[in-house]
C-alpha cells in the first residue's frame, strides 16, 4: 500500500526525526537511482513521464509495518507544521499526528457538558479535529479573539463551521472580542456567515464600547434560512459597514425570540432607524441601551409582543426624564418584566399604558 507524498509548504526543513519518518514513508527517497533521474534533463522520449512517474510510486511504504506505538513515539518529536502535514497524508497518520498537533496548539476537546473553548492558534486545530474519529459536536463554542487572532485562525473557523453542514448545529456560539483588533476583516465575516448557516441556535458577539468607528444602521440584506434563535450584539463592530450587511440579515430573516443590542454606541437617529425598519413577530425579550429614544422605543414594543424589557445604563450621566406631555398612551399588554433605571422607568411609563401589574419590576440605583 502506498502514501501519498505530502505537498511542500513553503520552506520546511525537516530534522532527523522527520527525516526519519520520510524514510519510512517514502524510501525511494533514498534511492540512488530515483536521485539520479531526478536530476538529469528530461528526456525527449515521450515514454519518459510515465515511466518516471512509475518509479516514483514503485516504492514500498515501510510505515504499515511499524506498531502505531513507534509511530506516535516519532510523531512526538515532529515540529507542528509537519505534523499538520500528517494530518492531510491518510487516516492513520491523521489519528497519530493530531493528537499530538492539538496538544502543542493548546486545544482541548469539549468537557462532558459539550462546552468548548478555543483562542488563537487553537481555532487551526478545529479542521484537524474536525476529521479525526475522536470528533462530537459541541453544544456550545467559546471563541476568544485577541489582538494577536489573524485571518488565517478566522479561515480555520470558517472551515470548521461549513464542514458542519448537514449535522446537529452547535447550539450556542459565544465571540469574545474584548481584545480583538477594531475592525472587521472579510475573513471574520466570512466566518460570521459560516456560524449563522449551520443550525445554531443562539449568537452572542460580546465587545465594548469603541469610539471612532463608522457606524451605520442601512445596508443590503439578503433572503436566507437561519435557526438564530437568540442573538446578542455587545459590539459596534458589528454595525460597522464591513459586517452591517450580515447583521441586517440576521434581523431580518432569523426567527429571533431574544434580541439584545447594547454597546453599539447608535445615535438617537440611528436607534430610530433600525427600530422601524425590524418585523420581529416571534420576539419576546429585548434589551437595549439607554441611549434608544424611549418613542421609538414604545413604537417598536406596540408591534411586537415583547414581554421582557431590558434597557441598560452604562454611561456615568443619568439619561434626562422624557418631558411631561399630554398625549394618549400606548397600551402595551405583553409587558410583564421592566428593567431599568429610574430616569429610563418614568420616562417609558409616561407614554405607555400598563393596565396589568409587572410580574417583575427592577429600578436599577446604580
Known sequence: MNCPLP???????????ELTLATLLYPWLQSTSYQRSTKRKPSSDPAYPQESKRRRLSGECYLWRLPNELLIL????????????????????REIASSQYCALVNFEAPDVDGWLTVEGRACEALPVWRRSQAFVVPGLIWIT?????TDRHFRALRIFFESLEGLEGIRRVQLCLYGSPSYVSPSLTSFLESVQSTKCQELHCLGMRRTGLEICVNGRSFLR??????????????FTPPAVSFTLTILRNAPLRKLTLTN????????STLLSQLDLPQL?????????PIPALVDFLHRHKVCNLLI?????????LL?????????????????????????LMRLVDISHPFQRLVVRLD
Not at 434560512?225 to 458589528?238: A, T, Y
Not at 453599539?264 to 436607534?271: D, I
Open 7 to 17: 505537498q511542500r509548504r513553503g520552506s520546511l526543513r525537516l530534522h532527523a526525526h
Open 74 to 93: 516519532i510523531a512526538n518529536h515532529l515540529a507542528l507544521e509537519s505534523l499538520h502535514v500528517l494530518t492531510h497524508i491518510c487516516k492513520l497518520l
Open 145 to 149: 479573539a485577541s489582538q494577536d487572532t
Open 225 to 238: 434560512n437561519s435557526s438564530l434563535e437568540v442573538l446578542n450584539i455587545n459590539s459596534p463592530l458589528l
Open 264 to 271: 453599539t454606541t447608535f445615535k438617537p437617529k440611528q436607534w
Open 284 to 292: 419576546s425579550q429585548l434589551a437595549v441601551d439607554d441611549t434608544c
Open 312 to 320: 441598560h445604563h452604562k454611561d456615568d450621566l443619568t439619561p434626562p
Open 323 to 347: 418631558p411631561w406631555r399630554s398625549r394618549s398612551r400606548t397600551p402595551l399588554p405583553s409587558l410583564v418584566v421592566l428593567d431599568g433605571s429610574p430616569a429610563i422607568i418614568l420616562s
